[in-house]
T-cell receptor, first 113, second 114 residues
């Protein structure tokens, strides 16, 4: 992707509820991949989930799922049954393997008991 | 071992001195990336190797060099560090083919230039 935009700077939620994060991308490619990563308190960036542009079904892994709306160039992340340890910065990224990934600025999620 | 390893974890450098950062992986990944991450900014792609082919971003072309002597190792070299190079440097690797593949990141090297 040439550009990835995450407009939500921070979100606070109560434990065990659902949080949704937005991400909009711009790309000239006909085939591309979209990813969500989580940055832990130590700074480590951990891969969460991936969506292939040619797939219509929304990807789901554990309590992470995606809301892929291709006509809107949107790839939202949904975390259900949040836990305290889900508190982190979440990055949306897009691109293809020939160009590397472009990241958004990130959304800080704080989960409170 | 399914991790990307980076050395050192912390690096202190003087302005004008060279810096060499190391990354390794044993997953037989064909692509290795270097990103720069500053606080409150998005990770920025600096360059990446696909096999032995180096691709460098246009705006960082002259600031960073890299080598990949074999499939497992990749280095990032700064010839003359400036204060603006202080950042977290993240190495990632991936395989271009295969379902559910994604670039996996190392723990990063935090570089402080004084």
């Amino acid at each position: 992707a040439q550009k990835v935009t995450q407009t939500q700077t921070s979100i606070s939620v109560v434990e065990k509820t659902t949080v949704t994060m937005d991400c909009v991308y711009e790309t000239r490619d006909s085939s591309y991949f979209l990813f969500w990563y989580k940055q832990t308190a130590s700074g480590e960036i951990v891969f969460l989930i991936r969506q292939d542009s040619y797939k219509k079904e929304n990807a789901t892994v554990g309590h992470y799922s995606l809301n892929f709306q291709k006509p809107k160039s949107s790839i939202g992340l949904i975390i259900t049954a949040t836990q305290i340890e889900d508190s982190a910065v979440y990055f949306c990224a897009g691109g293809n393997y020939a160009q590397g990934l472009t990241f958004g600025l990130g959304t800080r999620v704080s989960v409170f008991p | 071992d399914t991790t990307v390893k980076q050395n050192p974890r912390y690096k202190l450098a003087r302005v004008g001195k060279p810096v060499n950062l190391i990354c390794s992986q044993t997953m037989n990944h064909d692509t290795m990336y270097w990103y720069q991450k500053k606080p409150n900014q998005a990770p920025k792609l600096l360059l990446f190797y696909y096999d032995k082919i180096l691709n460098r971003e246009a705006d960082t072309f002259e600031k960073f060099q890299s080598s990949r002597p074999n499939n497992s190792f990749c280095s990032l070299y700064i010839g003359s560090a400036g204060l603006e190079y202080s950042a977290m440097y993240l190495c990632a690797s991936s395989r271009r083919t295969g379902a559910n593949q994604a670039p996996l990141f190392g723990e990063g090297t935090r570089l402080s230039v004084l």
